[in-house]
């Protein structure tokens, strides 16, 4: 079954433990981007990666670190957590052709950092 | 700038239509799309338009497109409960073909 999985998909945390959130895909799709969605401001994007190792800046950035060392694979790290990163996160993929641009999400991982 | 809205809630019964709407700021969008979440679950991709169409009808969606007002909506016909969920549009810029530019989201209540 084509799907994108996310681990863990609840984790709670206290400020400045370093965490890592897990997302894989099984459709050899070269795009793979996180979001962070918050009441009131929808999803938006922290990081995306067109390819293995090639890896860019979205919206919110601030705090955050992934890398693409495996097309499959984009982890999102979080090196010292603070409160203000509590949110649903959701890791995404998608082919890269112009013209399909339908994303594939995963469940979400809802963080609480204490 | 890049700037989608939607109200946030709307609440219809059953067997009525639904209307969502959503407004954007940057005319140059080439895609738009409406995503749909359901409790629990990451996002499902509903129905896009390409920004040259005004129109695209897939069973019980409508989108309707009005690029000179910048404004996107989704009908709903026969709305079900079970289209209870969070409904989100999106763009993505001329621009910036790479991103996808996500709205506020709007929750969706059906009623019996």
């Known amino acids: 079954e084509a799907q994108v999985t996310q681990n863990p998909r609840y984790l709670i945390t206290v400020t400045g433990k370093k965490l890592t959130v897990t997302c894989s895909q099984n459709m050899n799709h070269e795009y793979m981007s996180w979001y962070r969605q918050d009441p009131g401001l929808g999803l938006r994007q922290i990081y995306y990666?067109?390819?293995?190792?090639?890896?860019d800046k979205g919206d919110v950035p601030e705090g955050y670190k992934v890398s693409r060392k495996e097309k499959r694979n984009f982890p999102l790290i979080l090196e010292s957590p603070s409160p203000n990163q509590t949110s649903l996160y959701f890791c995404a993929s998608r082919p890269l052709l112009v013209g399909n641009e339908k994303l594939f999400f995963g469940s979400g991982t809802q963080l609480s950092v204490l | 700038g890049e700037d989608v809205e939607q109200s946030l809630f709307l609440s219809v019964r059953e067997g009525d239509s639904s209307v969502i709407n959503c407004t954007y700021t940057d005319s140059s969008s080439t895609y738009l799309y409406w995503y749909k979440q359901e409790p629990g679950a990451g996002l499902q991709l509903l129905t896009y338009i390409f920004s040259n169409m005004d129109m695209k009808q897939d069973q019980r969606l409508t989108v309707l497109l009005n690029k000179k007002d910048k404004h996107l909506s989704l009908r709903i016909a026969d709305t079900q409960t079970g289209d209870s969920a969070i409904y989100f549009c999106a763009e993505i810029p001329l621009y910036n073909t790479d991103k996808l530019i996500f709205g506020t989201g709007t929750r969706l209540q059906v009623f019996p």
């Open positions: 990666s067109m390819n293995v190792e090639v890896t």
